[in-house]
Nanobody, 121 residues
Framework: QLQLVESGGGSVETGGSLRLSCAAS????????FGWFRQAPGQERAWVAG???????YYTDSVKGRFTISRDNAKNTVYLQMNNLKPEDTAVYYC???????????????WGRGTQVTVSS
């Protein structure tokens, strides 16, 4: 079982940037897929980006060109660089780990507690 802790959230203005981190402990990251999800008030948790074991990345359309997911297996950390932030990016962001990846929450076996991102207009 992996324990995940997100950090790096905060409040920024439209057009600003944040870098989220997801620190893992309990096992090494090798062999796991990771995903970033977000959940806005009153909405379901939605997939934002994913990275597989080879480092191939995937993004939902609304963040393509603005967000970058990466992993550093040596540091047991996964990152989400978020640029050109918009008010609609406001949400709690969660990191999840999966043995095979995907865009739905049911394939992720462990989650962090989330970090709040607020973008003001």
């Amino acid at each position: 079982q992996l324990q995940l802790v997100e950090s790096g959230g905060g409040s920024v203005e439209t057009g600003g940037s944040l870098r989220l981190s997801c620190a893992a402990s309990g096992r090494t990251l090798d062999g796991y897929h990771f995903g970033w999800f977000r959940q806005a008030p009153g909405q379901e948790r939605a997939w934002v980006a994913g990275i597989d074991t080879s480092g191939t990345t995937y993004y939902t359309d609304s963040v393509k060109g603005r967000f970058t997911i990466s992993r550093d297996n040596a540091k047991n950390t996964v990152y989400l660089q978020m640029n050109n932030l918009k008010p609609e990016d406001t949400a709690v962001y969660y990191c999840g780990v999966s043995p095979f990846g995907g865009t739905t929450t049911d394939v992720y076996v462990d989650w962090g507690r989330g970090t709040q991102v607020t973008v003001s207009s």
